[in-house]
């Protein structure tokens, strides 16, 4: 995990059992300049690269294993030493790279010093990454405008929502109430809100589907283009003595 201390210097953790192990960047990033950051780690320990300014410990040498997904601007390092002031990163991104072994410091000079994005570009696609992100931003001045889609209420209520269920091959419109199946998009009318929608009696001895589908009730505009967004929501479903539930129980922008 990768985050910014509130003094400005770059972060770098892992977990090992139940030891967090983080290293500290000698350099700064909080002066409105573009920066170079390279995290790795391997066998070999942890290693912390910034703008060509490298810190190194031996210190961890293996990590706990973990299934997950990466989150570009939000880092939950709140338990961490240091932890930023928001969680959410308050400056811009150019791009981020995954790589499945560690990079040579040639390997990091040439990205370090890429003269053009056409150049980065190619040095990146050369190294094989396992996962990429290059978010186009050439820019040096950051996004100072307002964001249409949201702006002044809450997230939730910017989506729009419908609920079908389907069994026995007989689908029903469970939000915004209608027989048979909902319409190809979620209507205007289908704000998401406080509600709470039942799909009925259903049989036991056939499969039922539930399709719940979300989207955004104005488009993207310049600023938020790309962005997840997740509101939050909770079903339920019981029989006889027993109640199952999925929950996603807050609201959040994603990159």
């Not at 283009?225 to 199952?244: E, Q, R, V």
Request: with cysteine.
């Amino acid at each position: 995990m990768l985050w910014v201390e509130p003094s400005g210097l770059v972060a770098f953790g892992v977990q090992s059992g139940s030891t967090l192990a983080q290293l500290v960047s000698t350099a700064t990033v909080n002066n409105g300049a573009w920066h170079f950051v390279a995290a790795q780690f391997s066998s070999s320990g942890l290693k912390l690269d910034v703008d060509g300014s490298t810190t190194t410990s031996t210190t961890i040498t293996s990590a706990t294993s973990y299934t997950g997904y990466w989150h570009l601007g939000w880092a939950g390092e709140s338990s961490w030493t240091n932890p930023g002031t928001n969680q959410y990163l308050n400056g811009a991104l150019f791009g981020w790279t995954v790589f499945g072994t560690v990079l040579s410091s040639t390997n990091l000079s040439n990205l370090d010093n890429a003269a053009s994005l056409s150049s980065y570009t190619s040095t990146i696609t050369g190294l094989s990454p396992t996962a990429e992100w290059l978010l186009s931003d050439a820019g040096t001045t950051a996004y100072t405008g307002t964001i249409p889609v949201l702006g002044t209420n809450q997230i939730c209520q910017r989506v729009l929502i419908d609920i079908q269920d389907t069994q026995n091959s007989v689908s029903n419109c469970v939000y915004p109430a209608g027989a048979g199946v909902c319409a190809s998009t979620p209507p205007s009318t289908a704000l998401l809100s406080s509600f709470t929608s039942s799909s009925g009696s259903l049989s036991s001895s056939a499969p039922f589907t539930l399709l719940l589908r979300m989207d955004l009730g104005t488009a993207s505009v310049a600023g938020v283009t790309g962005l997840h967004l997740l509101a939050d929501f909770a079903f339920s479903i019981s029989h006889g003595s027993w109640t199952a539930e999925v929950t996603y129980p807050a609201s959040s922008l994603q990159l």
